[in-house]
């Protein structure tokens, strides 16, 4: 018996619209020169990330993937001794086209994300991240990573974000005062862009939702 399923392909015909070719391969150049050592095998281990079928459960793991030829001692290296030009990748990332919002605005938001890492003892300045719980009572307090993380968001309904920046929070650092500068350090960059020139009206709309 032949049966009709309906597929749903509408989230893949999104994706293909929001860059274009030329953007995506001028932003992989970008990228790749903002890796200034075991550039190659960074290259590869991030397109390796990108396209796993599925979560990373082992690193080795990742040099199975297609598109990375290299072998997983390679892949270690890399991850020990590559090094990435923070401030060149943040500037790559600040020239990309940003979502066009009706009223011409550009709309930021900023959060705090928490990479738990409760395996993960002797890693350093890990902190007590706050985990809400689906029952009244059940949040919990996890060794982890907080990440403050400013995106520009996309109009309408809809789950895309640009990423533009992206900081780790330390035990001593004060969440509002580091969100306040990096915000600033964003807008400076997106300006300097382009986003915005002279003559032009300048309003920028940022959305902080609170967080714990």
Same mark, same amino acid.
């Given at each position: 018996?032949?049966?009709?399923?309906?597929?749903?392909? !509408?989230?893949?015909?999104? %994706?293909?619209?929001?860059?274009?070719?030329?953007?995506? !391969?001028?932003?992989?150049?970008?990228?790749?020169?903002?890796?200034?050592?075991?550039?190659?095998?960074?290259?590869?281990?991030? @397109?390796?990330?990108?396209?796993?079928? #599925?979560?990373?459960?082992?690193?080795? #793991?990742?040099?199975?993937?297609?598109?990375?030829?290299?072998?997983? #001692?390679?892949?270690? @290296?890399?991850?020990?001794? $590559? +090094?990435?030009?923070?401030?060149?990748?943040? +500037?790559?990332? %600040?020239?990309?086209?940003?979502?066009?919002?009706? @009223? $011409?605005?550009? +709309?930021?938001?900023? @959060?705090? !994300?928490?990479?738990?890492?409760?395996?993960? %003892?002797?890693? /350093?300045?890990?902190?007590?991240?706050?985990?809400? #719980?689906?029952?009244?009572? =059940?949040? =919990?307090?996890? /060794? $982890?990573?907080?990440?403050?993380?400013?995106?520009?968001?996309?109009? $309408?309904? &809809?789950? *895309?974000?640009?990423?533009?920046?992206?900081? +780790?929070?330390?035990? %001593?650092?004060?969440? &509002?005062?580091?969100?306040?500068? =990096?915000?600033?350090?964003?807008?400076?960059?997106?300006? =300097?862009?382009?986003? *915005?020139?002279?003559?032009?009206?300048?309003? *920028? !709309?940022?959305?902080? /939702?609170?967080?714990?």
């Amino acid at each position: 018996m032949i049966t009709t399923k309906a597929v749903m392909n !509408s989230l893949l015909e999104h %994706a293909a619209d929001v860059e274009s070719p030329a953007v995506l !391969s001028r932003f992989r150049a970008d990228y790749r020169a903002c890796l200034t050592a075991r550039g190659d095998e960074l290259f590869e281990l991030t @397109d390796a990330v990108l396209c796993t079928d #599925g979560p990373v459960w082992t690193l080795a #793991g990742l040099s199975l993937v297609p598109g990375h030829r290299r072998g997983h #001692g390679a892949l270690y @290296d890399a991850v020990s001794h $590559g +090094r990435i030009q923070v401030a060149r990748l943040r +500037r790559a990332l %600040a020239g990309l086209p940003l979502p066009a919002w009706p @009223d $011409g605005r550009i +709309r930021l938001a900023v @959060d705090v !994300s928490n990479w738990l890492r409760p395996d993960a %003892a002797t890693s /350093p300045e890990r902190l007590f991240c706050h985990l809400c #719980g689906r029952g009244k009572g =059940q949040a =919990q307090m996890i /060794p $982890g990573w907080p990440y403050s993380v400013v995106a520009a968001l996309e109009p $309408g309904r &809809t789950s *895309w974000t640009l990423p533009l920046d992206a900081v +780790r929070l330390g035990p %001593a650092d004060d969440q &509002t005062e580091v969100t306040a500068v =990096q915000v600033r350090e964003v807008v400076a960059r997106l300006i =300097q862009a382009g986003h *915005w020139q002279e003559g032009t009206r300048r309003s *920028w !709309s940022s959305s902080m /939702p609170a967080t714990t």
